[in-house]
């Protein structure tokens, strides 16, 4: 018997397959990370902080949660910043569920809603995306009972890029005011799609946010959270103080400072890199799924070899499984040059 709890030695680590991802050999996009590194004025504060010999200090988040509130349309006091987005996911779930409850988590979706599900021993029930229906909606509705605690939206999801609307979160939410609406918008700027105006009307409503992708810092780890205040002030008693450090914090502030760099990427990539993908994917009668962010999960005839052969061109991409077993291919859109770069060598390998 080992020192630890039976159900977590049972369990399986979450190890993305980050082995080899160098830069300088491949172009990435088997993360869904942005593909162009962050601005001169970011790299520039990050130096400043360090340059300024406060590295021996414990962070403090300063005016951090009024300038998201600003960008985000909401109150500061309706904001917690987090370590990564995945820290969110964590606190909500251990501050909402208790052991043996029900988490609704439809599939295929991101792994780490379900790994801190198995953490805290949850039943973990799981309708199905589908291609044609997209959020199983009146599956979740069907699925709820008086043991589920939470449903979580990945908005849009990962892998399949589906997004649900406004206002079916908000009929659903609203439905059920005792059960927990965890909304992943990991990819807002992306999908330009948010709840964030419902957090009054539904205090059951708990969003979760990132740097990591539009921002470019996934390295620094960097998320927060949009609630209602009283679900800030129950969060804040589970964060630890300094859970997030500080120069996270700075490069944060300097990209909210010039959102501009931002902006003129998420543009590049969802209205001309994306668009001349998914032209060329149904010229060549290749199924995908319709997407609302930067990836697109992509089903050719034989994924293995064109996998293989994207890599064998210097291009990662991620195999990923639908619910059936196929296997697809999620590739991430970059700028619209590695697009044409990619559809060039994707001509060879399809
Ligand atoms: C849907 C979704 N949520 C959250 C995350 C994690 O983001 P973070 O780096 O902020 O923890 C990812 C990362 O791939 C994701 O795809």
Request: net charge negative; hydrophobic share 40%.
């Amino acid at each position: 018997m080992g020192i630890f709890k039976d159900h977590i030695e049972a369990m399986a680590a979450y190890a993305p397959p980050l082995e080899g991802r160098n830069p300088d050999d491949f172009t990435l996009l088997d993360f869904n990370e942005r593909t162009i590194p962050v601005s001169q004025a970011i790299k520039q504060a990050l130096v400043d902080y360090v340059q300024g010999n406060r590295l021996q200090q414990y962070p403090h988040y300063g005016d951090i949660c009024d300038r998201l509130g600003r960008y985000c349309g909401v109150q500061a006091g309706q904001v917690m910043v987090t370590n990564g987005s995945d820290q969110g996911i964590d606190l909500m779930i251990r501050a909402c569920c208790r052991e043996g409850d029900e988490i609704i988590i439809p599939a295929p979706s991101f792994a780490m809603y379900e790994q801190v599900a198995k953490v805290e021993n949850l039943k973990i029930v799981q309708p199905l995306y589908t291609l044609e229906g997209g959020y199983p909606l009146a599956e979740v509705r069907a699925a709820i009972t008086s043991k589920t605690r939470m449903i979580v939206i990945s908005n849009p999801n990962n892998p399949c890029g589906t997004l649900l609307s406004s206002d079916d979160i908000i009929d659903l939410a609203s439905s059920v005011p005792d059960v927990a609406i965890l909304i992943d918008e990991c990819y807002y700027e992306y999908s330009q799609c948010t709840v964030a105006s419902a957090l009054d009307r539904c205090p059951n409503i708990v969003i979760t946010r990132t740097f990591s992708k539009t921002w470019g810092i996934p390295s620094l780890r960097f998320g927060y959270v949009l609630a209602a205040q009283e679900n800030i002030q129950a969060l804040l008693n589970v964060r630890g103080p300094y859970d997030i450090n500080q120069l996270a914090v700075v490069a944060a502030t300097a990209a909210l400072e010039h959102p501009e760099y931002t902006e003129r990427y998420v543009a590049e990539v969802m209205e001309a890199a994306k668009p001349r993908l998914e032209a060329f994917l149904k010229a060549r009668d290749v199924v995908f799924w319709p997407s609302a962010a930067n990836y697109l999960w992509v089903f050719p005839d034989h994924p293995e070899a064109v996998n293989e052969c994207l890599q064998r061109a210097a291009i990662l991409v991620r195999p990923k499984p639908d619910t059936e077993g196929r296997l697809g291919l999620r590739i991430t859109i970059g700028t619209l040059e590695q697009t044409e770069q990619l559809i060039a060598i994707l001509e060879q390998c399809l």
